[in-house]
Every structure is written in C-alpha cells, then in structure tokens.
C-alpha cells in the first residue's frame, strides 16, 4: 500500500495541471499531448522499458521452449520456436530417472529451504523484537556485529564452514547444510526495523499492564503487526537455501541429500555421458523454477511493504 | 558469546527477581539467534583464520599420516606466490569493473523511468525484471548455457555466429548472466528507495520549474545516492566471491580453467584435501572485500560533502 501511494507522488511532479485534469491519473503519464519531443520521449521510454521487460522474461520462455523438445533435437531446432513439443514425455523421464532421483532433491531443497528460512527467521524475529523495544547497555553493538554479517556474503561463509564441520565430522549430514542457513545477519535487521515501525510501545506497556508474559505479547501481538517484515525475511532466507550452490556442494556427498542446485549441476557434468540428461536438466530447472514464483505472487502483497520499510531506515 | 558477556557483567551484585527476569526475557529472545550466529558465523570466520595459520606435513613418506603443524602466514606466501590466485584476481577484478557499473546504471535508469511510468504498468513491468531474482544461479547458467551454445542459440536463427564462451567472450556472458539474475532486484531496490522521498520536494522542485529530467537528475538521484552506494558495494564484495556461474559453465566451455576465480581455486584445493591454502585464500578474499568496500565508502563519502 505504502509503495502505491509514493509511486503516484512523484508523478504528479511531472504534469503542470494534472491535478484538475479530468483524465484518471493511470493514463496520463507526463505525456504532454500535441508537443512532439514529449512524444518521442515516451516512445523512447515505452521502448526501453518493453526491452527488458523481453530481457527478463525471454530467456524464461526459452526455457519452457527448450524443456518441451525431444532430445535429440535441443541443439538443431532453434531456440524460439516449438518443436515437436512433448511436455508429458519429458516429464515422464525426470519422474522416473534413476528412480525418481529429481523428486528427491526437490524434497531435500523444500526441506533446507522451508526449514531453515521457518528458525530464521522465528530467532531473527525475537532478537529483533527485543532490540527494538528493550533498552540495554550494549544494544547497538550487539546490532551492529550482526549488520557488519550482511557485508560477508554466502559463498565466503561456506568454505569456513566445510573447515569447521570437517573437524566436527558432521560434514556429509543434512545437519551440516541445515544448520548455518538458520542464521540471517538481513532478517536481523529486518525484523528490528519491522519492529521499531510497526509496534508500537504503547501497545506493549498495555499488554504488561493487562499481565501478559513478554513471550505473549510477542507472539500475540507483535507477530501479527510485523507480519509484513517477517514475510520477507522469511522469503529472501528461502531463496537464499533453496538457490544456495556452494555450501551443500562442499558438505554433501550422498547424492540423495543433495539440494535441486547441486543435482542439476552435476547432471550438468554427466551429460555427455547420458544423452536424456540434456532433456532432464531443462525440465528440472524449469520445474525448481516454479514453488518460488508462486510463493512470490502469492506473499507479494507482504513482501512489497516489507522491502519498502527496510527503504525507509537505509 | 555476546550475550554472555553481555549479561554477567550488566547484573553487578544487585540480584533482585525482577532484574532476574529482566535477564531471563533477553536470554530468551536474543539467545537463540545470537547463539547460533556466534556457532555458524563468528565461529567458522574464526576457525578460517587459524586454519589458514596452519600448514600439512606428512608422516612417514608420501602416503603417510598428515598432520597439521602451526605454520604462521606461510600459507598466505604461497597463495600471494601463486600465479593461478593472481590471475583467479585478474578474472574477478575485471568482473567487477564490467559488472558493478553496469548492474548499478541498469537498475537506476529502469527505477528512474518507472518512477514517471503509470502505476499500474510499473507494477507489471517491475515484477517482470524481477522474476530473474526467483531464479537460482544453477539455473540461470543451465539456461543461459544453453542460449550461447551455437545450435541452441537465439542468434543462430538470425545467422548469426558468434561462440559466446570462446576464451574472449566468456567473461561479457557471465557477467551478462549475473546482470539478468539480480537487475530486477536492483530495479526494485532503487524503487523502494525512490519511495522514500518526501513529496514536498518535487513539489517545490515543481513551482521552481523543474523539468522531467532535472528532476531525476538533480533531485532524485542525489537522494538515492546512499542506497546507490550501498548496492554497490554489496555487488563488489559478491563479485569478489565468485564461483558458481564459472564453476558450471567449466562443464561446457573450454575456455575456463579449474582457478578462473580465487574461489574455484579455492574449492579445487579442498577436493585435494589442502585445506590451509583454501582456507588462507577465503580469508584474503574476505579481507580484500572489506577493505575494498570501506575504500569505496570513504571514496563517495568524501565526494558528497
């Protein structure tokens, strides 16, 4: 909602009588009708934008193109254009490759991903909750170690994390691809920001009064005001896991624990062994594609506030 | 470990039951997370560093035992005398010079525009860019390894021949992979930071007889300038950590070696159980990465006021 109304603000910058115009505000984007430079502008920008917009999505169509083609003709039959689609064929040889080897996988990702990115964001939650609403001496250190976390990113935490668990000799267990992912240095400060806009003291001083523990105000009541920042830190942990490469492929090495990343990648690798693989890579991708384009639409309405409220405090 | 700290020392001889609970409740909510941020962050960081400060010997001949001896900054001599690290460095630096540039441009140009765009189209076009985002790395390179294959590629039915991961090339085809996976995001990031600014000021930039572009050019480019750097910076020390789009594009291009990156080195060091000199690597990239970033922030910092 926040982001609607401030997108609409800088428009009506752009026209000089747009207020008293009749027209809805939708249409008339700083076009100002009869000057032609104005014209060339907005086809200019119209052009641009569509573009990308074919940019973006092409190669996502090319995908959908390239998984529908029998084997044999992926590399012949150009890369725009249907060819002998056969969608169902081709999903019959993932389902059924190597006994159902893909399925597993994408069990495995499901389970890192929604794992994972559930304690995450719970702890990240709490802790942020509690550092926004709670005075302490140390509080803006304690916050401040994490955020310098957020400038290490994935890939240079994974080798460390091989060294330590290598010692530990839980390196090759679900465990050692599991654990780290529970810590986001993002959701942290995420959910503090969350917190500190939406909760409002107030309201957790009358809980006190009413004689709520500290543990049922925050579950009960400050959860549901923070929902927004909770959403999206759950969803970029998810994406981080479930797109996570490096840090299962140094831990795991039993090939029924590997995430959908890895096993794609090393199907990658054996293609030019096993020709059907060129067919099953495409279909896979495609298909560990779509969970995360669902779960975007559909907490798009959470995510988007959510974004905008870490804009607000950046 | 923060929070232990953090607790013994602040009760202090008073030890009254509501101080008590007081330490009981942050224990609760600070625990959990900073105690697995301490194990699985702080802790391998650390185990990094001493591991990089170590150095294998063997026992009794080739094949004998290994066993670590502590080794001082040896293994950073090695890596620094390594000419496969140097130009694993080359790779990244020129990454990050196409890529950084590039990614920051794209994102703020199509945010600029769909600033002056109308709404409901914006919204469409944006979570079109952003799609990419949803895409894993594995699979953007699967996909887009299959479009720079001649025979697969778009530009083959136009005639075009061009081998996009020829030796000169791969390099502008990774670097295109990365700007497809994360521009959206920039796109979305730059808009949310557009959103920020009060309306006020394009009001009075309005009266002052602002046109379009000194608008985006004077006012709210200025304004975003922070979340500008802020990307940037976040894109260097990234691009400092790449491996996976050259790790798999190895498996159908010629032209990249087992040490393109200082990353793929590294891993290529662990699978030969050399675990000090990939560990001396990940800390010389980390240490690089920050230093580059405080650089850059002092650099556009200074710039500014």
Avoid at chain 1, 145 to 163: D, R, S, Y
Wanted: some cysteine; hydrophobic content about 50%.
């Amino acid at each position: 909602m926040a982001v609607t109304v401030a997108q609409a603000q800088p428009r009506t910058g752009t026209g000089v009588t747009r207020r008293t115009g009749s027209s809805p505000p939708g249409t008339a984007v700083g076009e100002r009708t009869g000057q032609l430079p104005g014209r060339v502008a907005a086809t200019l920008k119209a052009t641009v934008l569509m573009l990308f917009a074919i940019y973006f999505l092409g190669p996502v169509y090319c995908l959908v193109i390239a998984a529908t083609k029998p084997t044999d003709s992926i590399y012949t039959s150009g890369a725009l254009l249907p060819y002998r689609p056969q969608l169902w064929t081709n999903l019959g040889y993932i389902v059924t490759y190597d006994g159902g080897l893909y399925f597993r996988w994408l069990l495995n990702s499901a389970t890192y991903a929604i794992g994972g990115a559930a304690v995450s964001t719970l702890i990240a939650g709490a802790a942020g909750y509690y550092l926004a609403m709670f005075r302490f001496k140390w509080r803006e250190g304690v916050f401040l170690t994490v955020i310098g976390g957020m400038l290490v990113p994935a890939t240079a935490l994974a080798l460390p994390l091989f060294l330590l668990f290598a010692r530990l000799n839980i390196v090759g267990s679900y465990w050692s691809v599991m654990l780290p992912s529970i810590v986001s240095p993002f959701a942290l400060f995420l959910c503090r920001v969350a917190a500190e806009a939406s909760v409002p003291g107030d309201l957790v001083e009358a809980g006190r009064i009413d004689g709520a523990s500290e543990a049922r105000i925050f579950f009960s009541i400050a959860v549901r005001l923070m929902f927004p920042g909770l959403v999206t830190a759950f969803l970029a942990q998810f994406v981080g896991i479930w797109n996570n490469y490096l840090l299962p492929l140094v831990m795991l090495t039993n090939k029924d624990m590997y995430p959908i990343t890895v096993g794609l990648g090393t199907w990658q690798g054996q293609t030019t062994h096993t020709d059907i693989l060129e067919t099953l890579i495409l279909v896979g991708a495609l298909i560990s594609v779509v969970p995360l384009v669902i779960a975007f639409v559909f907490l798009q309405r959470f995510w988007r506030s959510g974004l905008a409220l870490g804009g607000v405090k950046a | 470990m923060t929070i232990a700290t953090a607790t013994s020392s602040s009760t202090g001889r008073r030890r009254t039951p509501a101080r008590a609970r007081a330490l009981a409740t942050r224990a609760g909510f600070l625990g959990p997370f900073y105690s697995a941020f301490a194990l699985f962050f702080l802790l391998p960081i650390g185990f990094a560093v001493y591991e990089s400060l170590l150095s294998q010997r063997r026992v009794g001949g080739v094949f004998g035992r290994p066993i670590e001896v502590f080794a001082g900054l040896s293994q950073f001599g090695a890596v620094f005398s390594d000419p496969q690290f140097w130009s694993g460095i080359r790779t990244v630096v020129l990454y990050v010079c196409v890529q950084a540039p590039l990614m920051a441009t794209v994102g703020v140009a199509l945010a600029l525009l769909l600033d002056v765009t109308a709404p409901r189209l914006a919204r469409l076009l944006r979570t079109s860019y952003f799609v990419p985002y949803a895409v894993s790395t594995v699979v953007g390179t699967i996909l887009w390894g299959t479009l720079y294959t001649p025979g697969s590629s778009p530009l083959s039915e136009f005639h075009i021949n061009i081998d996009l991961l020829s030796h000169s090339l791969v390099l502008p085809s990774i670097v295109n992979i990365g700007i497809w996976e994360w521009g959206g995001f920039n796109v979305v990031l730059m808009t949310t930071a557009l959103t920020t600014i009060p309306t006020e000021i394009f009001d009075s930039a309005r009266v002052d007889g602002a046109s379009k572009w000194g608008l985006a050019w004077y006012i709210k480019l200025p304004l975003i300038r922070p979340t500008i750097v802020m990307s940037l910076v976040l894109t260097i020390i990234g691009t400092l950590q790449l491996f996976t789009e050259p790790q798999l594009m190895a498996q159908i291009s010629d032209s990249i070696p087992s040490y393109y990156t200082p990353n793929m080195l590294a891993y290529s060091q662990l699978s030969s159980d050399n675990y000090s000199f990939a560990a001396a690597i990940s800390v010389t990239l980390a240490l690089v990465g920050l230093l580059l970033s405080f650089t850059f922030i002092r650099v556009t910092r200074r710039r500014t006021y």
